[in-house]
């Protein structure tokens, strides 16, 4: 759609005002596989009440917009041994890279992050080759 | 105040997601499909939240948290194999499916199956991958 990019936009900017507001009063950094993570292997520590938090208005928010909306879809494919194999790579990447999207993408990029701007070419560059080889070659998704 | 500041920017981060098509898989792989009908709204996505974004890091400079503590110090530049692999990794699930960490918990409640098996593997993944890294690490050191 023509109006795609205004909500990019406009979206984008609210991933930033929630990662400028998590960085100037709680003092962390808005990284998703962090935060979860932190929690799955334990190391979060006396954090991991502020984490639930986070993750419970990440859940809840766009959920009731959704709901009120009514339109909302992931368009997920329906290929479920794809999924499980896609979540295990997120899983494992996320937490070597000790980042994704959120972390590297947006907080690591906005601080000129060495770290963040390798970590974001190397991800967006194998998604890229992902699409290709499963979407087109492959044809699995 | 911690919880609720922490709910506040959870909440503002998934409708963020929510609003700017991240949560719509056929969005993401449709930026990622360089080669396919390119759809470039992921890049305004990622603008858009670098700058409000870039302008906090300013406002951190001399100044500390407003909950107290202190603001995270940037890593050391260091670049390695761990670092690289592990974006891969992510990247080649990111492009299968076209989910990352964030909006796989913003779209857990309009997901469906899929959405929930996704992020059931997911924190899988995020189990297994301590002792991958400490084989990473020595490997590191060993070379």
């Not at chain 1, 499980?84 to 690591?108: D, E, I, M, P």
């Amino acid at each position: 759609m023509e109006t795609d990019w205004i909500y990019g936009l406009a979206g984008g900017g609210l991933i930033g005002l929630a990662g400028a507001l998590f960085l100037l009063v709680n003092g962390r950094i808005m990284g998703a596989s962090g935060i979860v993570g932190g929690l799955v292997d334990g190391s979060a520590g006396s954090q991991s009440a502020e984490r639930m938090w986070f993750i419970l208005g990440l859940f809840l928010v766009p959920g009731g917009i959704a709901l009120w909306m009514g339109d909302a879809q992931t368009h997920l494919t329906d290929n479920l041994w794809a999924i499980g194999a896609a979540g295990v790579l997120v899983g494992v990447g996320t937490r070597l890279a000790n980042g994704c999207t959120s972390g590297h993408g947006v907080c690591g990029i906005s601080r000129l992050s060495l770290r963040g701007i390798v970590a974001t070419v190397f991800y967006i560059g194998a998604g890229g080759l992902s699409v290709i080889m499963f979407k087109h070659i492959l044809g699995v998704v | 105040m911690r919880a609720v500041f922490a709910f506040l920017s959870g909440g503002l981060f998934g409708a963020g997601l929510l609003i700017s098509g991240m949560t719509d898989t056929r969005k993401v792989q449709g930026w990622l499909d360089i080669f396919g009908a390119w759809d470039p709204t992921l890049a305004f996505v990622m603008g858009g939240a670098i700058i409000p974004m870039a302008i906090a890091w300013r406002i951190t400079v001399g100044r500390t948290p407003a909950l107290g503590g202190i603001f995270p110090p940037a890593p050391e530049p260091k670049i390695g194999s761990k670092l690289v692999v592990g974006s891969v990794l992510f990247g080649m699930g990111w492009g299968l499916v076209g989910l990352c960490p964030g909006p796989s918990i913003a779209s857990l409640s309009y997901g469906g199956l899929g959405g929930i098996v996704f992020l059931a593997t997911m924190i899988f993944g995020m189990m297994v991958a301590p002792p991958v890294r400490a084989k990473l690490d020595a490997i590191a050191t060993q070379a």
